[in-house]
């Protein structure tokens, strides 16, 4: 493979990535510093480190409102991270018997 830009011989490189156990594939030249990433590795590469991303999960108590009420307080990093303000509206949605959905409505 040639380099486009100077028309050296391109050499295979296979680069470590954070994250990533697989190594991706960049044909590189010497000469005047042109790489680029073969398609196909790469993109193994950014499959494997989707799927290791996970949603935050934080384990929270049900407490004891009132005699018919329950709830739950929103832990500091989550309202930090939402800039959840008191009073603000949330929606619920119940889609089955282990999920609650929380929906903020942010009022422009």
């Avoid at 590795?41 to 407490?63: D, H, N």
């Amino acid at each position: 493979m040639r380099c486009p830009k100077c028309n050296s011989n391109l050499r295979e490189v296979g680069v470590d990535i954070e994250g990533a156990e697989q190594k991706a594939i960049s044909h590189q030249c010497a000469k005047c510093g042109y790489f680029e990433f073969e398609e196909k590795s790469a993109a193994k590469v950014v499959k494997e480190l989707k799927a290791k991303e996970t949603p935050l999960k934080i384990k929270q108590k049900i407490i004891k409102l009132s005699q018919d009420r329950l709830g739950m307080y929103f832990n500091k990093n989550i309202v930090e991270s939402l800039d959840l303000k008191a009073g603000e509206n949330i929606y619920l949605s119940v889609p089955d018997k282990d999920h609650i959905i929380l929906k903020i409505n942010k009022q422009t």
